[in-house]
């Protein structure tokens, strides 16, 4: 196990430090006062969409304001900073997503070390990705994007930001499928989002959430989401693995704080998430979206973005992805 991933798995495991009694008092008074939460995303992309819904779900629960900031751009890394700076009290924290795990391998220079700086806090949701296409593409399936695209080598494209998780996506279907689509850089996803509805785009590999709605009104056509198995938001969509076997990808939120936060507050905020994500309400919203709620300790989401760090570091190098 290297450094990292031990020094991650020790952030999550701090609990039993503090006194039981400093433990009690830390979480009774948190918060005392509004708390933002960093999205390194654009508004109406998924991981800004299912931000709100947890800040709501919080500022109802813990009686103070959760705010949420977006600060789009270089792969979410402007957002983690402020965060990785902010004072360690609770009330700034991070909305992570997969893309914090890729930026590990993919910049050579970041001003912090993700998986030293930032201590796991919660899982929120995991999501499919949506290959979809614009409606003026004579294409229904996967198949006939595959056969299009072999046709047509260099003619498609889509848009993501280099390295993170919607141009991996892209790239694995393009290694699998043996197709040449074109990846168009972005630093705001939504805005290739609004390409691909003005018809400047052809193709998408957004996570489900930013594009579903989309799908649902016709505005974009849903060939496949890239889970190993369908999602139950869209039932009739087939997977990827469907017409290239093998093939699975899928993006993940949750939330983190910086790396000195007292035990007792990351517990708490640990518990109203997680009674969030098994609230009824809230659970059928993010199943509408497509998302799988993600239920863990502090603990257990620490491995897991451990994990997701060592996975995707090996796609990164294989791939030879470098930041743009």
Same mark, same amino acid.
């Given at each position: ?32 006062? *509004? ?57 700034? @924290?991070?909305?992570?997503? $997969?893309?914090? $795990? ?11 070390? #993700? ?18 296409? %614009? ?25 993501? %930001?280099?390295?993170?998780?919607? !141009?991996?996506?892209?790239? @694995? ?27 400047? &785009? ?40 469907? #017409? ?35 609230? *009824?309400? &809230? ?9 799988? *709620?993600?239920? &863990? ?6 491995? !897991? ?20």
């Amino acid at each position: 196990m290297n450094h990292a991933r031990r020094r991650f798995l020790c952030l999550a495991a701090t609990a039993a430090v503090l006194p039981a009694v400093s433990r009690t008092a830390l979480a009774q008074a948190y918060p005392v006062r *509004p708390v933002r939460m960093m999205v390194g995303y654009a508004a109406g992309a998924a991981p800004d969409i299912v931000a709100r819904l947890v800040g709501q779900w919080l500022t109802e629960r813990l009686g103070r304001q959760f705010l949420i900031e977006d600060r789009p751009g270089a792969a979410g890394n402007p957002a983690a900073e402020t965060v990785v700076r902010a004072q360690p009290d609770g009330h700034t @924290l991070l909305y992570c997503t $997969t893309a914090n $795990t890729i930026n590990v391998a993919l910049y050579d220079k970041l001003n912090f070390v #993700f998986t030293r700086d930032i201590a796991p806090v919660a899982g929120v949701v995991r999501v499919p990705n949506l290959i979809s296409v %614009s409606p003026s593409l004579p294409i229904s399936t996967v198949a006939e994007l595959v056969a299009y695209a072999k046709r047509n080598p260099g003619k498609l494209n889509y848009g993501a %930001s280099s390295g993170g998780a919607v !141009f991996l996506t892209g790239a @694995l279907f393009k290694m699998m499928a043996g197709v040449n689509i074109v990846h168009v850089p972005y630093s705001n996803q939504m805005q290739a989002v609004t390409d691909l509805l003005a018809d400047q &785009m052809q193709v998408s590999f957004d996570a489900m959430p930013t594009t579903i709605e989309f799908a649902r009104a016709g505005k974009l056509r849903p060939l496949a989401v890239t889970t190993a198995a369908r999602s139950p938001a869209l039932p009739d969509v087939p997977t990827v693995a469907e #017409f290239v076997p093998s093939y699975e990808a899928s993006s993940w939120h949750g939330v983190g704080a910086p790396s000195r936060t007292p035990a007792a507050i990351v517990e708490k905020l640990n518990h109203e998430i997680n009674a969030g994500l098994v609230d *009824p309400k &809230m659970a059928a919203r993010m199943a509408d979206l497509g998302g799988v *709620p993600m239920v &863990m300790t502090p603990v257990e989401f620490g491995k !897991f973005v451990a994990d997701e760090t060592e996975k995707w570091g090996k796609v990164v190098r294989f791939a030879g992805a470098k930041a743009e």
